[in-house]
C-alpha cells in the first residue's frame, strides 16, 4: 500500500523560503505522477503543482509559477516542493498526493506564513 510522509512544514516569515519533502513507500514510486496540493483554513483542497515519473515533465498552477519548483529524487523516493518569496496567502496545510489507479494522500504538513 502507497504511504506518503510530509514534511518540512514550519513557520516562516513573508518573503521567505522552505522546502517540503514527501517520502513514498509501499509503491513503485518512479512509475507515478506525484505532486502537492494544499488546504487553507475554510477552504477546499486546491492543485498546487505535479511531476511526471520520470521528473521531466512538471506543471504548476498559477498563483505558484516562478516562486514554487517541484523535483523529485528517485534514489531517494522523495519529492519535493521549493517555495520561495512565500505570502501570507500560501498559508496552508500541504499535502502530497501520488495517483495510479486512485489518490494516495500524505497526511500533510502546516506551512504558515506571517505578515
Known amino acids: 500500500q502507497v504511504q506518503l510522509v510530509e514534511s518540512g512544514g514550519g513557520l516562516v516569515q513573508a518573503g521567505g523560503s522552505l522546502r517540503l519533502s514527501c517520502l513514498a513507500s509501499?509503491?513503485?514510486?518512479?512509475?507515478?505522477?506525484m505532486g502537492w496540493f494544499r488546504q487553507a483554513p475554510g477552504k477546499e483542497r486546491e492543485f498546487v503543482a505535479r511531476i511526471s515519473p520520470s521528473g521531466a515533465s512538471t506543471y504548476y498552477a498559477d498563483f505558484v509559477k516562478g516562486r514554487f519548483t517541484i523535483s523529485r529524487d528517485k534514489a531517494k523516493n522523495t519529492v519535493y516542493l521549493q517555495m520561495n518569496s512565500l505570502k501570507p496567502e500560501d498559508t496552508a496545510v500541504y499535502y502530497c498526493?501520488?495517483?495510479?489507479?486512485?489518490?494516495?494522500w500524505g497526511k500533510g504538513t502546516l506551512v504558515t506564513v506571517s505578515s
Open positions: 509501499g509503491g513503485t514510486f518512479s512509475t507515478y505522477t
Open positions: 498526493w501520488l495517483i495510479d489507479d486512485i489518490n494516495h
